[in-house]
């Protein structure tokens, strides 16, 4: 089981306010990303170094609001900051996996085989939680803030969340995530036509993500991932009826 060791703990209470605040990229990713790890370490079978891996997914996306290469500056910060309460081997591990946890070009898969597992199972879990309803929304969130434009912004989605999926490193994480995959990858390609339902939602949450934003709250409060949400699409079709009534 993947329970907080007392190094992550002593890690987590160092780390500044704005993670714990972080809607998408804070401490909430994090502890859904821990959920993830545990399923994935249990079907897998798989031997890890716990601290090594619980920190990785803890600092990987420190600086992820900086933009791109964020995996970068959280390798350094870990360098800088929490190095010296680890062994060579375990700093070379939670370097390489926080370093590489966003590389998702398919060129890279080879190399990523030769990486430790906390590495993959970081990867992994990072782009699973792209998937589902709360990967929608984390689509949403992250690309307003960027102020990506939305036209043509659904393509580019899909085409990211493809090659997320292909490039999962284990077959178990393929499987876990294969219908939240297809529902987040359904969203944005239906999204694409614009009267359909999908599209006036995906605008109007983009458009007024800077006013207040009850859906990202209401998704706040959803303490984990919700790996069966999926399975009914009523409960779907019910969620985004909700939301969309936010704005009537
Ligand atoms: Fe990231
Ligand atoms: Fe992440």
Known sequence: MLRMTELSEKIL???PMEYFESIDHGYKHSKDLILLAEILVEMEML??????LLVSILLHDLFADVGKKHGDLAAKYFKEQFSELFSQEQRAKIIEAVLYHDEKNANFIETRNKHFVESKILYDVDNM???GI??????????AS???PLLGLSELIAKNIISRYKTLCFE???SLCHQAYLVALSFFEKSRELENSEYRILKILYENYHCSIPELMALVKQETYVLNSHKSIN???QFFDTLYQCYE
């Open 13 to 15: 209470k160092k780390l």
């Open 47 to 52: 031997k890890v170094d716990k601290n090594v």
């Open 129 to 131: 939680d792209a998937f």
């Open 134 to 143: 709360k990967g929608v929304y984390r689509y949403i969130k992250v690309y």
């Open 146 to 148: 960027r102020k990506v």
């Open 172 to 174: 178990s994480s393929k």
């Open 235 to 237: 409960y779907i079709n």
